[in-house]
């Protein structure tokens, strides 16, 4: 039997008429892509590292938006892969719906703009679109960083959006997990794919998982209660977490960590990046090489605090 992949996870979520086209598109056409977007009235899009396509009623795909075979998507079928995403209990969805997205299986994430009411805890709601992002494990992709950097000092991946730091993040949990004592802080569930306590990729052999809670929770009790050597969290961003990940690395703890930064200045300018760098935190800076080369490291900076 064939393995389900993200794009079948995808089409489960879809109503009938798109589904069906999805089904249709080549094997050759599923390679590589990255996004898939639905937005009210108009085109189903895929999104490549080198562009965009267009879906049309066929399962061909154009280059061209304004193309009249195109497959575009209806209000009603918007709201019916929204009530998909919340299992049909809007309702139990409240966090997401404020946050403007879904984690649903497998790592995907769906990424939703609307309407935000602000008289009601700012729930979105008239959805006008939906992005999947399809997870990806590519086992080995981090092992010469790994190799040359993530087994004594504390790394920090950078990168701009589709860069691939995620996929870094979750071979370096991996390979460290299979030898030491780690901890994958996994708040969006995107980075393990976790179901019924067991993950859905391989994040190592000895990686603790903690799912659902905010960062800077869930590094606090960790360190509490699991004696991790070390922790591993994606897009660090604000203040709380810098200071749990401060808190946490005075008791001996190393981090390897994402964040959203292109360049080292770009990182540098970031309060967050720069104060937990001037802390010694982080021993390498990684700056990968962007959304048109997933994943690729383009710079290795050793930093003060590198071993």
């Known amino acids: 039997m064939r393995e389900r992949t993200s794009y079948d996870v995808i089409s489960s979520y879809l109503p009938d008429r798109i589904r069906r086209v999805m089904n249709s598109v080549s094997v050759n056409d599923r390679r590589s892509l990255t996004e898939i977007r639905l937005r009210s009235g108009r085109p189903v899009s895929f999104v490549y590292p080198y562009g965009f396509r267009f879906l049309t009623e066929s399962g061909e795909l154009t280059a061209s938006y304004n193309n009249t075979a195109c497959l575009r998507v ?21 966090r997401e719906l404020s946050e403007g997205y879904f984690v649903p299986a497998g790592g995907i994430r769906v990424g939703a703009a609307g309407t935000v009411n602000t008289a009601a805890d700012c729930v979105m709601s008239d959805f006008s ?10 086992s080995g992709c981090a092992e010469e960083l790994h190799r040359l950097c993530g087994k004594s000092s504390g790394v920090l991946i950078c990168g701009k959006v589709n860069s691939g730091k995620t ?3 979750r071979d370096m949990c991996r390979m460290t997990g299979n030898s030491e004592k780690a901890v994958l802080i996994d708040e969006r569930n995107e980075i393990s794919a976790s179901s019924g306590g067991s993950p859905g990729f391989d994040v190592g052999a000895m990686t603790d998982v903690i799912v659902g809670q905010e960062r800077a929770v869930a590094i606090s009790y960790a360190v509490r209660t699991l004696s991790p050597d070390v922790i591993f969290c994606d897009e660090i961003s604000v203040q709380s977490d810098c200071d749990a990940i401060l808190s946490a690395f005075g008791s001996g703890v190393r981090f390897t960590a994402t964040i959203h930064a ?3 200045d770009e990182l540098m300018k970031r309060s967050v ?3 937990l760098i001037e802390a010694g935190v982080f021993g390498y800076a990684v700056f990968l090489q962007g959304s048109g080369s997933c994943s690729e490291v383009r710079e290795i900076r050793r930093l003060g605090n590198a071993v």
């Open 273 to 275: 990046g720069r104060a």
């Open 74 to 94: 209806t209000p009603g079928e918007l709201a019916a892969t929204v009530e998909m995403l919340c299992k049909f209990s809007v309702h139990s969805c409240k």
């Open 167 to 169: 996929t870094i993040l």
């Open 262 to 264: 292109g360049t080292y």
């Open 129 to 138: 679109s939906l992005n999947f992002r399809i997870a990806r494990e590519v």
